[in-house]
């Protein structure tokens, strides 16, 4: 079945160094990927997403590119602030599919 | 912009009690899903429903859960007779508009928090 792997952390960075949050899946068919943002007490919200193959979501500075090839969905940002310090949820769904989801990586920046 | 609403945000109740978390999910959407999310841990698919049956469910939905489309706007998913374990947070889900958008993504609500005493 469909499932995704993700770098589970935590991640801790200081103010305006690059992230890379690894993530890599294993389905059948074509699906779409996301990245789901989750901040402390609050639910899921849609970072960015990718629908097909060399397709790049981009969202508030933070990009990730759908590689077929190498299964992989990395979520990176050039430069992170305080404000960015959440729980990222990489995510595939396919049609009439649940939505899977990776473990979660807890990212803390600091000033 | 359409969002998916879900009441209430947090609900206490004693163990063995029932349950009942309600979701408005996106008027013209085909799909609605539960998932729940256990405190510091990750998103759990319970179950999804279309065409007023349930299409896919998980092992965690077992006998004591259950869910309606009572009327052509609300989503409910049932607990029967809570337990401790099933302390955690729940969100609605509703994907797949009548046209356009075919990415398959999800639209979450804002979640309840159950918490089971």
Same mark, same amino acid.
């Given at each position: 079945?469909?499932? /995704?792997?993700?770098?589970?952390?935590? /991640?801790? $960075?200081?103010?305006? %160094?690059?992230?890379?949050?690894?993530?890599?899946?294993? %389905?059948?068919?074509?699906?779409?990927?996301?990245?789901? /943002?989750? *901040?402390?007490?609050?639910? $899921?919200?849609?970072? &960015?997403? =990718?629908?097909?193959?060399?397709?790049?979501?981009?969202?508030?500075?933070?990009?990730?590119?759908?590689?077929?090839?190498?299964?992989?969905?990395? $979520?990176?940002?050039?430069?992170?602030? /305080?404000?960015?310090? =959440?729980? *990222?949820?990489? %995510? &595939?769904?396919?049609?009439?599919?649940?939505?899977?989801?990776? %473990?979660?990586?807890? $990212?803390?920046?600091?000033? | 912009?359409?969002?998916?609403?879900?009441?209430?945000?947090?609900?206490?109740?004693?163990?063995?009690?029932? @349950?009942?978390? #309600?979701?408005?999910?996106?008027? +013209?959407?085909?799909?609605?899903?539960?998932? #729940?999310?256990?405190?510091?841990? !990750? @998103?759990?698919?319970?179950?999804?429903?279309?065409? +007023?049956?349930?299409?896919? !469910?998980?092992?965690?939905?077992?006998?004591?859960?259950?869910?309606?489309?009572?009327?052509?706007? +609300?989503?409910?998913? !049932?607990? #029967?007779?809570?337990?401790?374990?099933?302390?955690?947070?729940?969100?609605?889900?509703?994907?797949?508009?009548?046209?356009?958008?075919?990415?398959?993504?999800?639209?979450?609500?804002?979640?309840? #928090?159950?918490?089971?005493?």
């Amino acid at each position: 079945g469909n499932s /995704v792997t993700q770098m589970e952390g935590p /991640v801790t $960075l200081s103010e305006e %160094a690059f992230l890379t949050i690894n993530c890599t899946y294993t %389905a059948t068919g074509y699906p779409s990927l996301f990245w789901y /943002v989750q *901040y402390p007490g609050e639910g $899921l919200q849609l970072l &960015l997403k =990718a629908t097909k193959a060399d397709d790049k979501g981009s969202n508030k500075g933070f990009e990730a590119t759908y590689r077929k090839e190498t299964t992989s969905f990395h $979520l990176e940002k050039g430069s992170v602030q /305080v404000s960015d310090s =959440a729980v *990222y949820f990489c %995510a &595939l769904s396919s049609f009439n599919n649940d939505m899977r989801f990776g %473990a979660g990586t807890r $990212l803390t920046v600091k000033p | 912009e359409p969002e998916v609403t879900q009441t209430p945000s947090h609900q206490v109740t004693q163990m063995g009690q029932e @349950v009942i978390l #309600r979701c408005v999910p996106i008027s +013209n959407h085909l799909y609605f899903y539960w998932y #729940r999310q256990i405190l510091g841990q !990750k @998103v759990e698919f319970l179950v999804s429903f279309y065409n +007023n049956e349930i299409s896919e !469910k998980s092992e965690i939905f077992d006998d004591q859960f259950s869910v309606e489309r009572p009327d052509g706007s +609300n989503f409910t998913l !049932k607990i #029967r007779s809570t337990k401790l374990e099933d302390s955690a947070m729940y969100f609605c889900a509703s994907s797949v508009p009548l046209s356009g958008d075919l990415s398959y993504e999800q639209y979450f609500g804002p979640g309840t #928090r159950l918490t089971v005493t």
